[in-house]
């Protein structure tokens, strides 16, 4: 899988796309947009790197964050669906989760969630654990599992 | 200059920062996000990579599109402070450009617009003629000049 191809596929598919990221702080949306041409299919990205941005901007539900916290399949679930509710696009993908260095909420370091929502079709939310491999490869592996769940959904 | 450094000194103020980028497609907040402890100075970041995206996040005109391009300081300055109006934060920076390959608009390839909006002070705007770098180089050079404004917003 290339980011070329996903974007082809895509637009073949007259699919935009959206990412809602947190861990990840907009590495998915910037590898996106690092092929040329990105621009009649990558439509925005909401990078909501705190609990309120998430409320704002995705419509997060204060609850849902305390009850379960940010780190939850939960909460990935409703950034996907905020992105897709919030954005005039077909696919979108969210992610959050515990880059590191430590855990936090009594979730261990490198855990991430992430969320997959597309027009006509249920939500799908996943849970990772890569493990304390440290920040930056932590953000690395959810960026690409994130192109790859775009890309599953898009094949 | 050093990210860490920035983010240290914004902590320091108590300040707040957001992005709103388009041609650098959240290398920006990446860039912020790679630090641990980030999440306490980094609020969002807006990824307006359509007009339609600048328009519903941060409120820019139709009309300053229109009259200016996208890829302008008139549209650089309303993204930055619409990025301050639509955040909790003291600090923003916006960045709009073509990173080519190629121009458009009848602009040049590498030309990037930059604004600069802080709580108590004057919107900043700025041009950069990157030249025809390569889409990555261009990028790259506008990630690092935002940071550096940021920088220098901080100092």
Redesign the interface.
Same mark, same amino acid.
Do not use: N
């Given at each position: 899988m290339t980011v070329a191809d996903l974007l082809d596929r895509a637009r073949n598919a007259k699919v935009m796309i959206a990412?809602a990221?947190s861990?990840? &702080? &907009?590495? !998915? !949306?910037?590898a996106?947009?690092?092929i040329?041409g $990105? $621009?009649d299919v !990558?439509?925005?990205?909401?990078?909501?790197?705190?609990n309120?941005?998430k409320q704002?901007?995705l419509g997060v539900r204060a609850q849902t964050l305390d009850t379960f916290g940010a780190v939850s399949e939960q909460v990935a679930r409703e950034m996907a669906d905020g992105a897709l509710a919030?954005? =005039?696009v077909q696919l979108a993908v969210s992610i959050t989760g515990i880059? &590191? =260095?430590g855990g936090s909420e009594f979730k261990p370091e490198g855990r991430v969630c992430f969320g997959l929502a597309q027009i006509g079709a249920d939500t799908r939310t996943e849970t990772i654990d890569f493990g304390a491999l440290g920040?930056?490869n932590v953000?690395r592996a959810a960026r690409d599992h994130a192109l790859a769940l775009l890309d599953t959904a898009l094949s």
């Open positions: 990412t990221e861990c990840t &702080g &907009g590495m !998915v !949306v910037a996106l947009t690092d040329p $990105s $621009s !990558v439509e925005r990205g909401f990078i909501t790197y705190t309120q941005a704002d901007m919030h954005a =005039p880059a &590191g =260095p920040r930056d953000r």
